[in-house]
Antibody
């Protein structure tokens, strides 16, 4: 059974930093690209970033480019999101999601499994 | 950026009724349109990929159709457990985007 468990969310002041983690199990982690998405309170879904299975290819939404860094440790089956220079508009539940292909823009570009999410609140 | 517009925003439906949700793209996306279900306080779950392909384990009452700019998610014979918000998602081009969601309430 595919399981994705996020952690690391919390309350942070504007301008601060936070690192999210996503522990994966139930599939061959290094064989699939992974993504982070977010959902502001009461709002819709927004794709944030993606990383290939090998950890080489990365892409970011313009809203986070230069502030967020996605990475993975395939030896630990864990995905990360380092978030710097946080703003109030970054407040959201952050989800990690598995892609159905090894590449960030592969043959099958869907988010086939999602974690339960972790809440990030940026406020003074 | 491709904008996905879903309609309606909200639908109140009785059990066993048929539900139709539409998703319109601001430009042609071929068949690169996917549907997700998000129940209250849960994460989204994939229902339909590439417009009409059912994901593993999804009940057969869920189906999808369409291509180009106009797509439809149909729920035949709605069940109480289908109360949720449904989102479409395009993967045709970056950034990948989502529709605003359609909330389905059970009467």
């Amino acid at each position: 059974e595919v399981q994705l468990v996020e952690s690391g969310g919390g309350l942070v002041q504007p301008g601060g930093s936070l690192r999210l983690s996503c522990a994966a199990s139930g599939f061959s982690f290094s064989s699939y690209a992974m993504s982070w998405l977010r959902q502001a309170p009461g709002k819709g879904l927004e794709w944030v970033s993606a990383l290939s299975g090998s950890g080489v290819g990365t892409i970011y939404a313009d809203s986070v480019k230069g502030r967020f860094t996605i990475s993975r440790d395939n030896s630990k089956n864990t995905l990360y999101l380092q978030m710097n220079s946080l703003r109030a508009e970054d407040t959201a539940v952050y989800y990690c999601a598995k892609r159905a292909s090894p590449d960030v823009r592969g043959v099958i570009n869907v988010f086939d499994y999602w974690g339960q999410g972790t809440l990030v609140t940026v406020s003074s | 950026e491709i904008v996905l517009t879903q309609s309606p925003d909200f639908q109140s439906v009785t059990p066993k009724e048929k539900v139709t949700i539409t998703c319109r793209a601001s430009q042609s996306i071929g068949g690169s349109l996917h549907w997700y279900q998000q129940k209250p306080d849960q994460s989204p779950k994939l229902l339909i990929k590439y417009a009409s392909q059912s994901f593993s384990g999804v009940p057969s009452r869920f189906s999808g159709s369409g291509s180009g700019t106009d797509f439809t998610l149909t729920i035949n014979s709605l069940e109480a457990e289908d109360a949720a918000t449904y989102y479409c998602h395009q993967s045709s081009s970056l950034p990948e985007t989502f529709g605003g969601g359609t909330k389905v309430e059970i009467k």
